[in-house]
Every structure is written in structure tokens, then in C-alpha cells.
């Protein structure tokens, strides 16, 4: 087929050849790169992406404490969930949220905050933790039931890169 051709012709269909294979191979070249790796998710991020804990989060930002919970860690966070808030009533609630009790707030997250990851079947064989805040929660089980003072664990080992989050049903008040 290409002994037909003059030389002028033969140029020209052998640059477009070479065109068409120098695209298609930058083509395959551009869909071979592969995805920069993601950053592992921290607890912030993790309770960020589940749903019942947005007011968790929400008052996370507000006090400053994000930024520990990104922090290397380890963690064990006993997360309260939006159910856990409501049950403080939204007056309790907004008097945390005020700048001049964001030391109270702080205080109220930290008691739900332990040192070192701790799996459910960890905190089962605990009978007490030491929080951030400086207090001691006591730990008990019944019927396989985790209680962590008066909050019951709904939800255990939500599993992020610096530690694990466990999902309670009411917010765990600091002695006052």
C-alpha cells in the first residue's frame, strides 16, 4: 500500500502516523498516573462523615479541641451523638456554646476523651478510664451492655488514624 505513494505523500502520512501515535501514547501516559494518596482520616474527620455527630463536631470546632483530636495520638473518644445533645436541652446546650464558657465546654469534650486506643474489647475489661479533663469514668457491663458512667455505647470501634471514636447515647457531665 505505501510503495504507491510519492515521497511528498509518504512525509506526510508518516507524520500524521507519528502524530497520532505521539497522542495516543501522551493519552495512555496521562491515564496510567496514578492518584496521589489520600491523607488517612483523623477522628475529626471521621466523626465529620458520620451523621450523628454533627453536633459533636460543631461544638469540637467551637471550643479549639479539632485540633488536638487531628493530633497524633492515640484517642479514644466516647462520642456523644445529636440524640446524647438534645437530651441536654437546647438552653444547656447554647450557655456551653457561649465564648465565656468555652473553658466549661472544653471540659465537658475532654471528659469524653482517653489516652490510647482503646477497642471496645478493651474498654470491657476496664473498670475505669482516666479522661483528658483529669476524671476517672467508670466502666461497667452488663448483659453485654458497655456503660461509660451513664451513657450506653451504641456504636463501637469507628476506627480513624489516630485513634478510635465509640458512639454514646448522653453526654457524660463533668463533676462540677
Not at 50 to 77: D, M, R, W, Y
Not at 111 to 134: E, I, P, R
Not at 150 to 176: C, F
Request: charged share 25%; aromatic share 4%; glycine share 6%.
Amino acid at each position: 500500500m505505501y510503495a504507491n505513494l510519492s515521497g511528498r505523500r509518504w512525509l506526510c502520512v508518516s507524520t500524521a502516523l507519528a502524530l497520532v501515535a505521539c497522542v495516543g501514547l501522551s493519552f495512555a501516559q496521562e491515564q496510567k498516573k496514578p492518584e496521589p494518596p489520600k491523607a488517612p482520616k483523623t477522628i475529626v474527620d471521621v466523626a465529620k462523615d458520620t451523621a450523628n455527630l454533627k453536633t459533636f463536631c460543631k461544638l469540637l470546632a467551637s471550643s479549639g479541641l479539632a485540633e488536638t483530636l487531628e493530633g497524633k495520638g492515640p484517642f479514644t473518644v466516647f462520642a456523644p451523638t445529636d440524640e446524647a445533645f438534645d437530651k441536654l436541652g437546647k438552653e444547656k446546650l447554647d450557655d456551653l456554646q457561649k465564648p465565656e464558657n468555652k473553658a466549661k465546654l472544653q471540659k465537658v469534650l475532654k471528659h469524653h476523651v482517653v489516652d490510647g486506643k482503646h477497642t471496645a474489647a478493651d474498654v470491657q475489661k476496664m473498670k475505669t478510664a482516666k479522661t483528658l479533663a483529669g476524671d476517672e469514668l467508670t466502666i461497667t457491663v452488663k448483659d453485654g451492655v458497655v456503660m461509660i458512667g451513664p451513657a450506653k455505647v451504641t456504636m463501637a470501634d469507628v476506627e480513624g488514624s489516630n485513634g478510635l471514636i465509640h458512639l454514646v447515647d448522653t453526654v457524660i457531665m463533668p463533676a462540677e
